[in-house]
């Protein structure tokens, strides 16, 4: 169920600005951010499964989520929501990734009356079983190999005050390719402010802030021959491949999000995100929800726009929530645009206790 959060600190005199005004600056700014300074480094980093949105609420609304806070997986997108959640939260979001790629992501968070929000995440990618293949025998050799991912996260998201929260997350990170893996730790961390009297959010938050990595195992081991113009000496001594240290794709989001009531059973949710990646341009995504009743919602949304050479964009999804003896239950769906790769599907249910 969708609530507000009331105003009980006055705001500075440049805060006081009117809807339109507001609005209009907020608009400005994520248009003005996404054209900065923009290049390319795609492929530059490692841990890409980090980038997946989990939510399939927020990923029907554009991807547009650091102002969001309706939700444990919110935290995802900015950990400073755990901060706003009014009660304990948890969710399972299954998604349908391109190639058959499955992806797989758990929150759960418990609020505490004291300590604020104290959240648990896990995050799975896996290929399923792929044939191994080589230029001798491009049919497969009869080995069969598989790319596993995995994000083990803890966070805690409080309120300073009844306005402004902040969230810091702390995950740890395993990619591996058949024999070979490498481990890094990141650092997730933001903040959440509502600024005016009818509920205008505005968020930022920085994803991925953390080590560097590289790929180690028994693949890389090989033969070598240090000299193959001699004869006589050892052409075959044992070696290993030296893989390059990567950094992580670290991901800076601000955004906002601004709720309009249309009426006594309809509430509309826009929202607008910008990022600025540390691998790729910059770019804007767009959102909106329709409500009904508390009950039933209808989502659009276009994301990444501006990103260059991009391959996502027209986003679309809906979601049903219910109480049943006091504990609301949410299911959400979303389908998302991939251009010439098709599209992902997502679904996420959720328990609030």
Same mark, same amino acid.
């Given at each position: ?45 490692? +841990? ?100 596993? #991912? ?75 021959? #240090? #000299? ?110 991939? +251009? ?9 249910? +959720?328990?609030?206790?």
């Amino acid at each position: 169920m969708k609530t507000r959060i009331h105003q009980v600190i006055s705001l500075p005199r440049a805060l006081r600005r009117s809807r339109g005004e507001t609005v209009a600056l907020l608009f400005s700014l994520l248009t003005v951010g996404a054209h900065a300074g923009a290049q390319s480094k795609t492929g530059t980093t490692v +841990g890409q499964f980090l980038l997946i949105e989990p939510s399939a609420r927020v990923t029907a609304m554009g991807n547009a989520g650091t102002a969001s806070y309706d939700e444990v997986e919110s935290g995802y997108y900015n950990p400073a929501a755990w901060g706003h959640l009014e009660r304990s939260d948890a969710q399972f979001s299954h998604t349908m990734w391109l190639a058959d790629i499955t992806f797989n992501y758990a929150a759960i968070g418990v609020k505490t009356d004291a300590f604020g929000t104290i959240v648990l995440t896990l995050t799975s990618l896996n290929s399923g079983e792929i044939d191994v293949r080589t230029v001798d025998q491009p049919l497969g050799t009869g080995e069969r190999y598989e790319v596993s #991912n995995t994000a083990i996260g803890i966070g805690y998201g409080f309120p300073l005050t009844d306005r402004f929260s902040a969230g810091l997350q702390v995950t740890y990170i395993q990619e591996t390719i058949w024999h070979s893996s490498l481990t890094a730790f990141a650092v997730n961390f933001g903040a959440l402010y509502q600024v005016s009297d009818d509920g205008l959010l505005i968020g930022a938050s920085i994803s991925n802030f953390g080590t560097r990595a590289r790929y180690e195992g028994t693949d890389l081991r090989i033969r070598f021959d #240090n #000299n193959p113009d001699t004869y006589g000496d050892n052409s075959n001594l044992p070696g290993e491949a030296y893989s390059e240290e990567f950094a992580l794709p670290i991901l800076f989001r601000v955004g906002f999000a601004y709720p309009l009531t249309l009426g006594e059973d309809h509430l509309l949710w826009l929202t607008a995100d910008a990022f600025h990646p540390s691998d790729n341009t910059e770019s804007v995504s767009f959102g909106l929800e329709w409500t009904f009743m508390n009950l039933l919602s209808l989502r659009a949304g276009y994301q990444r726009l501006f990103e260059q050479d991009s391959e996502v964009g027209l986003t679309l999804g809906a979601g049903l929530e219910y109480d049943i003896v006091g504990f609301p239950l949410h299911f959400d769906y979303a389908w998302a645009d991939h +251009g010439r790769l098709e599209s992902s599907q997502r679904l996420t249910f +959720g328990v609030r206790f």
